[in-house]
């Protein structure tokens, strides 16, 4: 075994990665503290190597092979996905293609109607290669969210409850469903800024959320967030994307699932700020009409 894979892989996963890249030697640990990925950037002879890795409860993992096997190709193509080179579901680990740039949050790219144009065109095609009905998908949702109700979690009793009579009202409904990215927001887009200080070319990262479902539940983050004090950015969204698909009744239970699975997830996993994010989104999703 590697002596820096000690630190950072299982025993399985360190006897892959000697296979797969025998003399990689590691830059950086890219892993979010509170995060069960482990994401390292490693260099070898080959090249330059994005590796991640989880745990045997971890589902990130092997939603990113998913979706490299599946339905990445389509941006990967094109240059704004990296490529998956070697993965083991078995071990929950995989070797990607490194790509180039910083990420967006943080930046002022992040205020740049440009940054949003390009992430919808991305977006568009990303959900556009494959759409078909599903008749349980909107349903299954809707449980999984009563579970994260019946959990443990910081939403306050009154607020719960509204939550639990308003999606226990909504009767399920087929819907179209397409590859989503589950996390589509500005700290999984990476950009390379031109000579104008201006984004330059978006890119996107980290589809360890990737699932079929209804296009616009990749919304969520950004009209939480970058959207909701800058109506110029969601616009330019929309102009890359295409027409807006949100049906309004569909658009405020999603959002509702969503900010419900933020919110207890986050407070699972002992993430403060983002759980807070997700009790914003609460907020903002029962006050829509």
Same mark, same amino acid.
């Given at each position: 075994?590697?002596?820096?894979?000690?630190?950072?892989?299982?025993?399985?996963?360190?006897?892959?990665?000697?296979?797969?890249?025998?003399?990689?030697?590691?830059?950086?640990?890219?892993?979010?503290?509170?995060?069960?990925?482990?994401?390292? =950037?490693?260099?070898? /002879?080959? /090249? #330059?190597?994005?590796?991640?890795?989880?745990?045997?409860?971890?589902?990130?993992?092997?939603?990113?092979?998913?979706?490299? #096997?599946?339905?990445?190709?389509?941006?990967?193509?094109?240059?704004?996905?990296?490529?998956?080179?070697?993965? =083991?579901?078995?071990?929950?680990?995989?070797?990607?293609?490194?790509?180039? /740039?910083?990420?967006?949050?943080?930046?002022?790219?992040?205020?740049?109607? =440009?940054?949003?144009?390009?992430?919808?065109?991305?977006?568009? #095609?990303?959900?556009?290669?494959?759409?078909?009905?599903?008749?349980?998908?909107?349903?299954?949702?809707?449980?999984?969210?009563?579970?994260?109700?019946?959990? !443990?979690?910081?939403?306050?009793? &009154?607020?719960?409850?509204?939550?639990?009579?308003?999606?226990?009202?909504?009767?399920?409904?087929?819907?179209?469903?397409?590859?989503?990215?589950?996390?589509?927001?500005?700290? $999984?887009?990476?950009? $390379?800024?031109?000579?104008? $200080?201006?984004?330059?070319?978006?890119?996107?990262?980290?589809?360890?959320?990737? !699932?079929?479902?209804?296009?616009?539940?990749?919304?969520?983050?950004?009209?939480?967030?970058?959207?909701?004090? $800058?109506? !110029?950015?969601?616009?330019?969204?929309? =102009?890359?994307?295409?027409?807006?698909?949100?049906?309004?009744?569909?658009?405020?239970?999603?959002?509702?699932? !969503?900010?419900? &699975?933020?919110?207890?997830?986050?407070?699972?996993? &002992?993430?403060?700020?983002?759980?807070?994010? &997700?009790?914003?989104?609460?907020?903002?999703?029962?006050?829509?009409?």
């Amino acid at each position: 075994m590697t002596s820096w894979h000690r630190e950072h892989l299982a025993e399985s996963q360190s006897a892959l990665l000697d296979t797969w890249l025998p003399d990689a030697q590691l830059g950086a640990d890219l892993s979010w503290g509170l995060a069960l990925t482990t994401v390292l =950037d490693v260099s070898a /002879g080959a /090249g #330059r190597f994005i590796v991640k890795a989880g745990s045997g409860d971890n589902h990130h993992v092997s939603r990113e092979i998913a979706a490299h #096997r599946t339905a990445t190709g389509v941006l990967a193509d094109t240059g704004h996905a990296s490529r998956m080179v070697h993965c =083991d579901n078995e071990a929950n680990i995989l070797v990607t293609t490194y790509l180039p /740039g910083q990420l967006v949050q943080g930046t002022s790219a992040e205020a740049d109607p =440009d940054t949003y144009l390009q992430a919808g065109r991305l977006l568009g #095609r990303f959900h556009r290669q494959h759409v078909r009905i599903d008749d349980a998908v909107d349903a299954r949702a809707t449980c999984k969210a009563l579970a994260w109700l019946d959990g !443990e979690h910081r939403i306050d009793h &009154g607020t719960a409850t509204l939550l639990r009579e308003t999606l226990r009202s909504h009767l399920p409904v087929s819907v179209p469903v397409v590859p989503t990215h589950g996390d589509w927001q500005p700290r $999984n887009w990476l950009f $390379n800024a031109n000579d104008q $200080n201006r984004p330059g070319t978006v890119r996107i990262i980290d589809f360890g959320r990737f !699932e079929h479902r209804p296009a616009m539940s990749d919304f969520c983050r950004l009209a939480a967030q970058q959207w909701q004090d $800058n109506p !110029e950015l969601e616009a330019a969204f929309f =102009d890359g994307y295409g027409a807006d698909p949100r049906d309004r009744e569909l658009w405020r239970i999603i959002q509702i699932r !969503e900010a419900i &699975g933020t919110a207890a997830w986050a407070y699972k996993i &002992g993430d403060e700020t983002f759980e807070r994010q &997700g009790h914003r989104m609460i907020a903002a999703a029962l006050a829509l009409p």
